[in-house]
Structure formats: structure tokens, C-alpha cells
């Protein structure tokens, strides 16, 4: 009876420097004949579960490990079942036979340079995934290329290591001049790539698995509107330019539904049950249901004539253009200081409030101007279709005054 076992076997070269390293193979038995076949993987002896035949947790990357190792044993399954259901024995050196035989062909068809992959990658992601998520895709790529012809240097697999990381970071954050956020952006999608690639074998190299390796992401001080500042740009008479005026109306009702632009632009008559707004939302697939308030109201009464009872929508670049001439008007001026980091180097800058309202602007207020209002954030949760509260709290954005008023609030009820 066959049986396979993974297990540790030390090279003359990590034997004679006594390494904690070893390489892992699945050794195949069969009628006291063996045969080994290589993983291509070294790991430190600590991390193996020779037990449950797998990395332990407290190993970076166990999970992609083990999945690795899994297709490998599963490979070397298929090929003896398959010959013995064609009624021959399989013995170890015809198995392996067929295995390296597979392996070779399937290399001749799938041998893929990093920036190969990363099309294909991107190729095959445009058939589940958002065409705004392509196009990050995208970016991250040609900045790769850039990146390239800057540091005279070729990137594939071998040395898009935590090296590359550093002279990366210095070169996008200092030659650039773009924040670490964006750097941020960049590596997360580069990691995705890879982690991709070498789950499926694609790439046998491990330098992205580095601790150091991260997609940092420092918290941004995003504006919200208040009650106060969103009653005075509904107050706005803008009846003499209709775009702008259409512009107010959609933002208002984004920010009186949490909704975001992809989903508020995109309302039909038919979303509105009663006191209800029921909608999919673009991003998430969620379904939401969001109580209509008096503000809403007021906009769906005003275009009652248009086919979707709303203002029509106009791109949200455009829309950002009119949001930030709307807010000038409504004197929401006040001076905003916005801390940015290239690198190490901290950048702070005095901005205009009405300079940073965008449609984004809109769901961050509903989300703050609910929660001070005392509504519980699972309530307001449930609403924005945020599904954890480290992802819903990004949003409320109270200022510590504003903190210390709500707390004295919920002292004076209690």
C-alpha cells in the first residue's frame, strides 16, 4: 500500500554549517520502494508540524505554505490512483516519472516573467473585479516601470525583495513626492500579485514574505460636514446655475443616506418602499435599507417630474469640481491643517474646508452627524454596510471638543 509523508532532509551545504534550515520533500512509498519529490522549499526545522503534516501558524505565510504543499501531494495522488485504475502498479520510479513529466510540460506552457504574470493577473481579474480596481491594478504596474528606469534595474521575481521595498519607498515618497498612503496602495496590490503567483507555483521565491514587507497606511484627517454647515449649503440660492444646483441636491441626499456616490447616483423610484430606501450597493454587493429622512424627502419632491424622482448625476470627478465651488459659496472656510508623511518627512499644510469636500465627504458625515446624534454604531452600521467596527470608526470623524460634549451628553442622561 502507498503512503505519503512529508518530511525534512538537510543538504551537505546546511549540514556543514550546522543551519536550522531545511529543504521539505513528500517521500513516497510503495512496496518498499521510496522516491522523493522536492517542494523547492527550505523552512527552519522550529516551524514544521511533522505530526499534522504542516507549517505551524507562527510561520509568515504558513497558510500559502500549506496550500503549496497540499497541491504537491495532491499531484503525486492523482498520478498513482490514475495508474492504477489503468490496472498498473505504481511504483515509485514510474510515479515520478510522471510527475516530473507533467511538471515539464506544464513549465514549457507556464514559464511567466513577474511583469507576465502581473498582466495576465490583471487580465483574469477583469472578469470579477471593479473596473475602478483594474485600474489601481494598472497603475501599480506602470509605476513599477518607472520605478525600473529610475533605478536602472529590471524587477522579476528574484529581487522584488524587502531591498527593493526600501529603495522603492524612498523613491516614491522622496523622487515623487506622493504620501506613504499611496506607497501604501501600491504595495498591497504588488503583495497580492505575488502571494497569487506563488500559490500557484508561478513563483518560488519568498523575499515579499519578509515582515518588513507591509502596506503601510497612516490615518488620515478627512473632513466631515456638520448639521450646521450642511443646513447652510441647502440654504444656498444657486437657481441661477442649474448644474450646481443639482450638484447640492444629490450630495444632500448622500449625506442623509451614508450611501456612496457609485450607489446615490445610481437611484431608481423603484429603491423607495414606503419610508424606505432599499438598494445593492455597487462596491459590496450588500443589501441596505435606509430610513428616508426630511432632507430627502425635500430633494425627491423637488424632481418628482425627472425619471428617476432625483437630480441627474454628472461624473464624479466633475461632481467633486462643482462640491468644492459649492462649499466656497456656503463659507465653509475654515482652515483645515492636513498632516501627510513622504517617508520621514512630515508634511503640514492649512487648506480651506470647503477645498476637501468631495462626494466621499458625504458618507463620512452621515456616519458622524448619526453617531453624534446618539444612535448606536451597529444601527449606523447596518445602514453604511460597514461589517466591523475597525472599518466603520475610519469614518466618524469628531474632533476632540466634539468628543468631550458627546461624553458630558451621555453623563448627564445616565
Avoid at 506544464?106 to 516573467?113: I, L, S, V
Avoid at 515618497?173 to 500559490?199: C, M, P, S, W, Y
Avoid at 448625476?313 to 462643482?322: E, I, P, V
Wanted: aromatic content about 10%.
Amino acid at each position: 500500500m502507498a503512503t505519503f509523508k512529508f518530511v525534512l532532509s538537510k543538504s551537505q551545504h546546511q549540514k556543514k554549517n550546522n543551519s536550522n534550515q531545511s529543504m521539505l520533500f513528500l517521500r513516497y512509498t510503495h512496496k518498499k520502494r521510496v522516491t522523493y519529490f522536492t517542494t523547492s522549499k527550505n523552512i527552519d526545522d522550529k516551524y514544521w508540524d511533522a505530526k499534522n503534516q504542516q507549517i505551524k501558524r507562527s510561520y509568515p505565510g504558513s497558510d500559502r505554505f500549506n496550500i503549496l504543499i497540499k497541491k504537491i501531494r495532491q499531484r503525486v495522488e492523482d498520478i498513482a490512483n490514475g495508474i492504477l485504475i489503468e490496472g498498473d502498479d505504481p511504483m515509485p520510479n514510474i510515479v515520478k516519472q510522471q510527475y516530473q513529466e507533467k511538471k515539464d510540460e506544464q513549465n514549457k506552457k507556464t514559464q511567466y516573467t513577474f511583469f507576465e504574470y502581473a498582466n495576465k493577473y490583471i487580465e483574469d481579474s477583469k472578469k470579477h473585479k471593479k473596473h475602478g480596481t483594474i485600474k489601481t491594478y494598472t497603475k501599480t504596474i506602470n509605476k513599477l516601470h518607472q520605478y525600473e528606469k529610475y533605478a536602472r534595474v529590471h524587477l522579476d521575481w528574484h529581487n522584488i525583495d524587502i531591498d527593493f521595498y526600501y529603495d522603492f519607498i524612498e523613491y516614491y515618497t522622496q523622487v515623487l513626492g506622493f504620501t506613504n498612503n499611496g506607497f501604501g496602495g501600491l504595495i498591497k496590490v504588488i503583495k497580492a500579485i505575488l502571494n497569487d503567483a506563488t500559490e500557484k507555483g508561478y513563483n518560488t521565491h519568498n523575499g515579499h514574505l519578509n515582515k518588513g514587507f507591509k502596506a503601510i497606511k497612516e490615518e488620515v484627517n478627512n473632513i466631515y460636514l456638520s448639521d450646521e454647515e450642511l443646513q447652510r449649503i441647502i440654504d444656498l440660492n444657486l437657481s441661477y446655475d442649474k448644474q450646481l444646483e443639482r450638484v447640492r441636491d444629490l450630495f444632500i441626499v448622500g449625506c442623509y443616506t451614508g450611501l456612496r456616490f457609485s450607489d446615490f447616483s445610481q437611484i431608481k423610484k423603484e429603491s423607495f418602499i414606503g419610508n424606505i430606501l432599499q438598494i445593492k450597493t455597487l462596491k459590496t454587493g450588500q443589501w441596505v435599507k435606509i430610513p428616508v429622512m426630511q432632507q430627502v424627502l425635500d430633494v425627491i419632491a423637488k424632481y418628482e417630474d425627472q425619471p428617476n424622482g432625483l437630480p441627474k448625476s454628472c461624473q464624479n470627478q466633475t461632481m467633486n469640481k462643482h462640491l468644492k465651488e459649492i462649499g466656497r459659496k456656503a463659507k465653509i472656510d475654515e482652515m483645515i491643517l492636513k498632516i501627510r508623511n513622504r517617508g520621514k518627512q512630515r508634511i503640514e499644510t492649512s487648506i480651506p474646508k470647503y477645498k476637501l469636500i468631495s462626494t466621499h465627504t458625504a458618507r463620512r458625515s452621515f456616519a458622524t452627524n448619526m453617531f453624534k446624534r446618539g444612535v448606536p454604531s451597529r444601527v449606523i452600521m447596518a445602514v453604511t454596510g460597514h461589517s466591523t467596527e475597525r472599518a466603520f470608526s475610519s469614518y466618524i470623524k469628531i474632533s476632540k471638543d466634539e468628543n468631550a460634549e458627546l461624553m458630558l451628553r451621555y453623563l448627564e442622561i445616565a
